[in-house]
């Protein structure tokens, strides 16, 4: 059901900002999934620092998840000197307030299936920045809902970062454009549309 990525998404997002004292020139940008080895967060916590220090904008990034490497990506994050940049903020239940007060959405993984975390993102209007891994394909439109970058290609991962952080207007278009593709390709009523016309036919 993607209808609560639509519903109230304002006050969602000012209570999301609220709670984490985002300014409303501050960019948000959200990585949301499993703490673990496949999940790739060092290629975010890198590309977090690198736009960090390309960019005159506030950028504060978060890890929304839990798993079994959140000590080794925080001493990482540390590492990199991101602790005042980077908030940890374990599972969030209600993942529709958590994109509301996102800008952008990421996803670093060395493969995926059909990642639901970009399905959500698009129901809510986010900007995605991706590897081109699994069926990332499947899900988002390359260009049109989001960047796409090879995973052997960190540089260009972190250009796409960079661009959208930039130019509010690329991030806009990007996210306008990602409820038109899951709301006819995922929503449960294109499920229910299509068992109706097969027991019809």
Partial sequence: DLDRFQNSMEQKRISFRKQYNLNPDEVAVGIIGRLVPVKNHALFLRAIHF????????????????????QKIK????????DGSV?????????????????????TSFNEGTPVSLIEAQAAN????STNVGGIENVVVKNKTALLAEINDPSAYNEHL????????IRNALGSA????????????????????????
């Fill in 87 to 107: 908030t940890f903020t374990s599972w969030i239940k209600e993942v529709d307030w958590a994109l509301a007060g996102l800008d952008i959405v990421c996803l």
């Fill in 178 to 201: 990602g409820w038109d593709l899951v709301k006819d390709k995922f929503h449960y009523n294109r499920l229910v549309t299509d068992t109706r016309n097969l027991y019809y036919s």
């Fill in 162 to 169: 960079l661009q959208l952080i930039e130019h509010p207007e």
């Fill in 51 to 70: 736009v960090l220090h390309a960019s005159n904008k506030k950028v504060r990034a978060f890890i929304i998840g839990d798993g079994a490497e959140k």
């Fill in 126 to 129: 986010k900007a995605i920045v």
């Fill in 75 to 82: 001493a990482m994050s540390s590492s990199l000197g991101l």
